[in-house]
């Protein structure tokens, strides 16, 4: 059984950058065909898919975040992260890490953020 762990800081000032990690356990994040993804929920919205990196280490973004969003991984310690740079009000949301292949079969709780001065 794969799990996912968000893990970072709680509040972030307007302007700073936003770093998130996701610790897996069950499971390389190298193995095959597998897609690591971070997702977040605004309040009263919907989910959106901020992008992902594949097993292979190749990174896709949703462009509507206008480049603001970088993802990386950790192979030693089995760990993918989350940079969302200038952040704003409306970056305040849950945060979720998930994984699997064409489709998201695994979810972590999911982290709150808020952004506020």
């Known amino acids: 059984q794969v799990q996912l762990q968000e893990s970072g800081p709680g509040l972030v000032k307007p302007s700073q950058a936003l770093a998130l990690t996701c610790t897996v356990s069950?499971?390389?994040?190298?193995?095959?065909?597998?897609?690591w993804r971070w997702i977040r929920q605004p309040p009263g919205k919907g989910l959106e898919w901020m992008g992902a990196?594949?097993?292979?280490?190749?990174?896709y973004y949703n462009p509507s975040l206008k480049g603001r969003t970088s993802i990386s991984w950790d192979t030693s310690k089995n760990q993918f992260s989350l940079q969302l740079s200038s952040v704003t009000p409306e970056d305040t949301g849950v945060y979720y890490c998930?994984?699997?292949?064409?489709?998201?079969?695994?979810w972590g709780r999911g982290t709150l953020v808020a952004v506020s001065s």
């Open positions: 990196i594949g097993y292979d280490g190749n990174t």
């Open positions: 069950g499971c390389s994040i190298t193995i095959s065909h597998y897609v």
């Open positions: 998930a994984s699997g292949g064409d489709d998201v079969d695994y």
